[in-house]
């Protein structure tokens, strides 16, 4: 492509030369057995719960209790505490990630409220993903303590603790959150910036990834707190002006969520889910023409699809459908409708199993 | 556009895995430099792209996929261990070995691991622009695409790159630097 000089051919060599005597072989049989459709799929995530936090094994227990509100309601109806009628499907999705939680109680089955009764509750966890329009936020419900839910859930946005390996957190890794609490005035979120100054944008961070790494907290908090008061920071107890070179004085508003949110998530079953036949997707998207468009893959191939319309198009909207499939391990693919003819789908994966 | 019969999803991990892997493990092993975690993260990939196989078809976009993705993960992994950055923090200050006499390959494997101690001090995208364009020997076009910035940002960033590594090695290797 370019002319290269004396300096670039030097990387060149010593790249190449720093990884020349490593040679993997065995990895294909590692491969073939987890894309086999009898592999036990989920085995392995260790290392992404292997930072060893409470948040971590909280997330690991992910939204044992997944609910959507089916009613008719405004998409913010959908955001914030879980309040719907417990789904079938979200009481199998329960029982299956029985054995994967670690220390927290169980949600009993048929209660949606499972504060009161086990003193977690699910909040919408927000995080980056990659889709044809740039990086958005995707939404991953996790169950968090219930006496201070805002502060684990920023925490596990911030972290990257998200349940679904597509969605990443920009954010630089020494930052932590020390408190998010609420008063008349608005949110504030307190922030540890571990040593590195949060203020600048890091080299390699564009400043649409830095607005949606801020905005991802402003989400996460405000969902946590079921408010929409902007949204104060403070990095190592000073009230701070800038994140990543985001202008944060005064409080940040939620971004409209048309520029902010990929424009479809699926919501239940989530990542690694064990279901039993039919199960129900529920999930929200901004589609064309509100088309919704769905397929059931197993070892790559499509053995199920079809295709449902959201309540709404152009604007963040449920949608649900049933999908009635063998026991196995499959791939559930939800798109948006491919209106350019380019193939530029928004699309949300989950991996899951039917039981049988 | 292919003319030929399309893969299906096993055989596209198996078709690009004889093809792809290792280049792959040795890219991630520039991002990472741990190489179990290396492939981890390169496994992680195939499998995931056995999975969106239907979306991607062709073993274009199959690689690509796989390149975006390795990258991805390898970023998600480093942000879960700081332990990476503490390991070589401890280890930059120590001399490499002078004895005229030291066999020949452990000091290759000296040099290699200060190469890799140092691209993992880099900041994260320049260390990413570094590995894809002169490693892979991506375009830049390519390289904007799989990290999602600009053409000019990539050019920045491998500029900066190229600067910021021949710094590390100097601090590591003072004025054996020219020796490489």
């Not at chain 1, 020349?20 to 072989?25: I, N």
């Not at chain 1, 911030?158 to 597509?166: E, K, Q």
């Not at chain 1, 468009?293 to 604007?315: D, I, P, R, Y």
């Not at chain 1, 063998?326 to 699309?347: F, I, K, M």
């Amino acid at each position: 492509m370019d002319q290269t000089t004396p300096h670039e051919e030097w990387v060149r060599g010593l790249l190449e030369d720093a990884v020349s005597d490593v040679a993997p072989e065995h990895g294909l049989d590692s491969i073939r057995r987890r894309t086999s459709s009898t592999a036990a799929r989920h085995g392995r995530r260790g290392w992404l719960w292997a930072a060893g936090s409470a948040v971590v094994a909280t997330a690991a227990t992910v939204a044992a209790v997944v609910t959507l509100s089916n009613g008719p309601g405004t998409p913010q109806a959908d955001h914030g505490f879980a309040s719907g009628a417990a789904s079938s499907q979200a009481r199998q999705s329960a029982s299956a990630q029985s054995g994967a939680a670690s220390g927290s109680s169980q949600p009993s089955q048929g209660t949606t409220k499972a504060g009161p009764v086990d003193s977690t509750v699910t909040v919408p966890v927000y995080f980056v993903g990659q889709t044809p329009h740039g990086p958005r936020l995707y939404r991953d419900d996790q169950q968090v303590p219930a006496a201070d839910a805002a502060t684990p859930a920023v925490h596990a946005a911030l972290a990257g603790y998200s349940t679904d390996p597509d969605y990443t957190s920009p954010w630089p890794s020494t930052a932590q959150v020390d408190k998010v609490s609420a008063d008349g005035s608005g949110i504030t979120i307190a922030l540890q910036s571990g040593g590195n100054p949060l203020a600048d944008r890091p080299s390699g961070m564009s400043s649409d990834e830095a607005t949606l790494a801020v905005q991802q907290l402003v989400y996460t908090a405000q969902d946590a707190l079921s408010s929409k008061a902007p949204v104060s920071f403070t990095v190592d107890g000073q009230p701070a002006s800038k994140l990543l070179g985001v202008d944060v004085s005064g409080g940040v508003d939620r971004a409209p969520d048309t520029s902010t949110e990929a424009l479809v998530w699926v919501l239940s079953p989530v990542q690694g889910a064990k279901v039993h036949s039919p199960f129900k997707v529920t999930g929200l998207a901004n589609a064309f023409e509100a088309n919704v468009v769905w397929e059931l893959e197993q070892g790559g191939q499509v053995v199920k699809q079809g295709h449902t319309t959201a309540q709404e198009a152009f604007l963040m909207s449920p949608y649900s459908f049933n999908v009635d499939a063998p026991p196995g391990d499959y791939t559930l693919v939800v798109h948006d409708d491919d209106a350019s003819g380019q193939g530029n789908v928004t699309q949300d994966t989950k991996d899951i199993t039917v039981l049988p | 556009m292919t003319v030929t019969a399309r893969w299906d999803a096993d055989t596209a991990v198996e078709e690009l895995y004889a093809a792809h892997y290792r280049r792959l493990v040795r890219l991630a092993i520039l991002l990472v430099r741990d190489p179990e975690t290396a492939e981890e993260v390169v496994q992680d990939s195939f499998v995931a792209m056995h999975g969106k196989w239907r979306t991607l078809k062709e073993p274009d976009s199959g690689l690509a996929y796989l390149r975006q993705t390795v990258v991805n993960r390898a970023r998600s992994v480093l942000r879960h261990r700081g332990v990476q950055s503490r390991y070589v923090a401890t280890h930059r200050a120590a001399p490499m070995p002078e004895e005229p006499g030291a066999d020949e390959r452990a000091l290759a494997d000296e040099r290699r691991g200060r190469v890799l101690d140092a691209m993992r001090e880099l900041p994260g995208r320049q260390r990413e622009v570094l590995a894809l364009r002169y490693y892979l020997d991506l375009s830049e076009a390519e390289i904007a695409e799989t990290l999602g910035i600009s053409r000019g940002a990539v050019k920045s960033h491998a500029s900066r790159g190229v600067a910021a590594l021949r710094e590390q090695l100097r601090d590591r290797l003072g004025d054996r630097l020219e020796d490489l």
